[in-house]
Nanobody, 122 residues
């Protein structure tokens, strides 16, 4: 079982940047896929980015070119660097882990963090 703890959310003006962190413990970190999802009020949880291994990266079209996912094996941590933030990026961001094949579907991820709020003001 993997335990996940997110941090790094906050309030930022449009055009600004934030970096989210997700610290993982439990099962071998290097063998699992890690993903970021977000959920705005009244909306479904949406895929943002995923990483499997060190370089198998995939992004939602809405964040491509602005967000970067990465992982630090020594720290068992995955990051989401968010640049050029827009008000529509406002949501609770969740870190997730999957032992299966790389996926962009929330249902394929077995472990979830508690979420961290990101608010982008216009």
């Amino acid at each position: 079982q993997v335990q996940l703890v997110e941090s790094g959310g906050g309030l930022v003006q449009a055009g600004g940047s934030l970096r989210l962190s997700c610290a993982a413990s439990g099962r071998t970190f290097s063998t699992i896929s890690m993903g970021w999802f977000r959920q705005a009020p009244g909306k479904d949880r949406m895929f943002v980015a995923r990483i499997k291994g060190g370089n198998a990266l995939y992004y939602a079209d809405s964040v491509k070119g602005r967000f970067t996912i990465s992982r630090d094996y020594a720290k068992n941590t995955v990051y989401l660097q968010m640049n050029s933030l827009k008000p529509e990026d406002t949501a609770v961001y969740y870190c997730a882990a999957s032992q299966g094949p790389a996926s962009s579907f929330a249902a394929d991820f077995e472990a979830w963090g508690q979420g961290t709020q990101v608010t982008v003001s216009s």
